[in-house]
């Protein structure tokens, strides 16, 4: 079946180390975004990429790096440089290019990474 | 001042009761998306629109573009859809298959 897989699902990291969240989609959909979640509020956009080897920054990207090697996977890597690390991340994908207007794009999504950093 | 706004934050609902969660937005939009989150964190879509009205089982989705504003129903609601519901749309002049998400809403729906 075709989906996102995030993995893992529960993270947990000391502060000041660097850790690397996985995200692998197998439906063929050229564009990707990284979410992160905190409580109470809406989900804002950390990166994403519409096409392999090609990614932009989001709202709040930084402390955040991703790479984008494969069209299937899109890595997001949080820094030590990111103040409030602990939170739950999520992936999703879309196709692009079939967007017109008045339709909109489809997105699909990964379970999530709850990230706590101690 | 949020692009999307959600309303209610918390519903608490008896069992079989109607429930409506409403969704206004302030921006120009390709579609409008309503997403379901479990407590697990996990998020599925439910609906995708641009026009009119939606219906899967019992779920119903409707959106007027001139009002910016978008209804979820939930028809003979059952525990099983405790959940927060999310209202998110893709900004006509922004990055294709970007989302901009309202804070949701929390479902609770007891026995």
């Known amino acids: 079946d075709g989906g996102i897989t995030q993995s893992p699902k529960y993270l947990f990291r000391k502060e000041g180390q660097n850790v690397t969240l996985s995200c692998e989609q197998n439906l063929n959909h050229d564009a990707m975004y990284w979410y992160r979640q905190d409580p109470g509020q809406g989900l804002r956009l950390i990166y994403y990429s519409q096409i392999v080897n090609d990614f932009q920054k989001g709202d709040i990207a930084e402390g955040y790096s991703v790479s984008r090697e494969k069209k299937e996977s899109f890595p997001l890597t949080v820094t030590s440089a990111q103040k409030n690390p602990t939170a739950f991340y999520l992936c999703a994908s879309s196709i692009v290019g079939v967007s017109s207007l008045n339709l909109g794009t489809e997105a699909f999504f990964g379970q999530g990474t709850r990230l706590t950093v101690v | 001042k949020n692009e999307v706004e959600q309303s209610p934050q918390n519903l608490t609902a008896q069992e079989g009761e109607f429930i409506t969660i409403n969704c206004s937005y302030s921006?120009?939009?390709?579609?409008l998306h309503w997403l379901q989150q479990h407590p697990g964190g996990g998020i599925v879509s439910l609906f995708m629109l641009s026009s009119g009205k939606k219906k899967h089982g019992r779920l119903i989705a409707t959106i007027n573009i001139q009002e910016k504003h978008s209804s979820l129903h939930i028809t003979a609601s059952h525990p099983r859809d405790s959940a927060v519901y999310i209202c998110?749309?893709?900004?006509?002049?922004?990055?294709?298959?970007?989302?901009?998400f309202g804070k949701g809403t929390k479902l609770s729906v007891k026995p």
């Open positions: 921006v120009g939009i390709s579609a």
């Open positions: 998110a749309v893709e900004d006509y002049g922004g990055s294709q298959g970007n989302l901009i």
